[in-house]
C-alpha cells in the first residue's frame, strides 16, 4: 500500500464549477499538510499548506485536513480554464533527529472547460 | 523570488553516457533535492542534500550519485545512463524545517531526459 494515495483524474469540469481534489494516507505521524500545482512543463509551486485538522481558506482555494479519517481535500470555487494544471498533494513529519520526510501523491490532472 | 535553475530543460543521450545535471538555487537554502516524476508514480526522491558535502539517499538511489561542494549547487550524475533512467528530472530547494515555521519546497522547471 501507497504511503499516500491520489487519483490521478484526469478530472473534467465546466468552468465556474467547485473542484473537489482529495488524498489519503495511511501514515498517522504525518504533521504537515501541502497542495502543489504543476502546470504542464514546469515544476510544482506551493499552492496551500496546511498543519492542523480543519479547513484553511486562501481566495477561491480551501485545504481541508481530516486526520482521523487520514484524508485531506483541496476545493476550487468558481473554477477558470487558468487553474487546469495538475494538483499534487504533498505531506511531511519531522524525526527526532531533526531530518524529515516528505511524500508527494502521484497528482490529480484537472482540465476546466471554458 | 526563490530562484531554482536547472542546466538544461531537454537533453537526449546514449545509453552507457555519463550525465551530469546540474541546479542552482540563489536563496541560501539548506537544503536540497533530486526527485525523478514519472507518470503513475509521481515524485519520487533520488537524493537529498542538508548541507555542503552532505547526502543522503532518498527512495530510489541506484544508478545516481549527487555532488554538493557548494551550497547553491546540486548535481545528479547518472553515471552509465540507461533507458528506464528515460524521465522528467525535478530539482527542489528548501530552507532548514524549523518546527514552527512551514517548510515549503521550490521546484525548478525540470529537465526532460530522454536515454536512448
Known amino acids: 500500500q501507497k504511503e499516500v494515495e491520489q487519483d490521478p483524474g484526469p478530472l473534467g469540469v465546466p468552468e465556474g464549477a467547485i473542484v473537489s481534489l482529495n488524498c489519503t494516507y495511511s501514515?498517522?505521524?504525518?504533521?504537515?499538510f501541502m497542495w502543489y500545482r504543476q502546470y504542464s512543463r514546469k515544476g510544482p509551486e506551493l499552492l496551500m499548506y496546511?498543519?492542523?485538522?480543519g479547513n484553511k481558506e486562501d481566495g477561491r482555494f480551501t485545504a481541508q485536513v481530516d486526520k482521523s479519517s487520514k484524508y485531506i481535500s483541496l476545493f476550487i470555487r468558481d473554477s477558470q480554464p487558468s487553474d487546469s494544471a495538475t494538483y499534487l498533494c504533498?505531506?511531511?513529519?519531522?524525526?527526532?533527529?531533526?531530518?524529515?520526510?516528505?511524500?508527494f501523491g502521484t497528482g490529480t490532472r484537472l482540465k476546466v472547460l471554458a | 523570488d526563490v530562484k531554482v535553475t536547472q542546466s538544461s530543460r531537454y537533453l537526449v543521450k546514449r545509453t552507457g553516457e555519463k550525465v551530469f545535471l546540474e541546479c542552482v538555487q540563489d536563496?541560501?537554502?539548506?537544503?536540497m533535492f533530486w526527485y525523478r516524476q514519472d507518470p503513475g508514480l509521481g515524485l519520487r526522491l533520488i537524493y537529498f542534500?542538508?548541507?555542503?558535502?552532505?547526502?543522503e539517499k532518498g527512495d530510489i538511489p541506484e544508478g545516481y550519485s549527487v555532488s554538493r561542494e557548494k551550497k547553491e549547487r546540486f548535481s545528479l550524475i547518472l553515471e552509465s545512463a540507461s533507458t528506464n533512467q528515460t524521465s522528467m528530472y525535478l530539482c527542489?530547494?528548501?530552507?532548514?524545517?524549523?518546527?514552527?515555521?512551514?517548510?515549503?519546497?521550490?521546484f525548478g522547471p525540470g529537465t526532460r531526459l530522454l536515454v536512448l
Open positions: 496546511t498543519y492542523s485538522s
Open positions: 527542489a530547494s528548501s530552507l532548514y524545517f524549523v518546527r514552527e515555521s512551514r517548510e515549503t519546497q521550490y
Open positions: 542534500s542538508y548541507d555542503v558535502k552532505m547526502k
Open positions: 501514515n498517522s505521524a504525518f504533521q504537515y
Open positions: 504533498a505531506m511531511s513529519l519531522m524525526f527526532t533527529s531533526g531530518t524529515y520526510k516528505y511524500i
Open positions: 536563496m541560501d537554502h539548506e537544503n
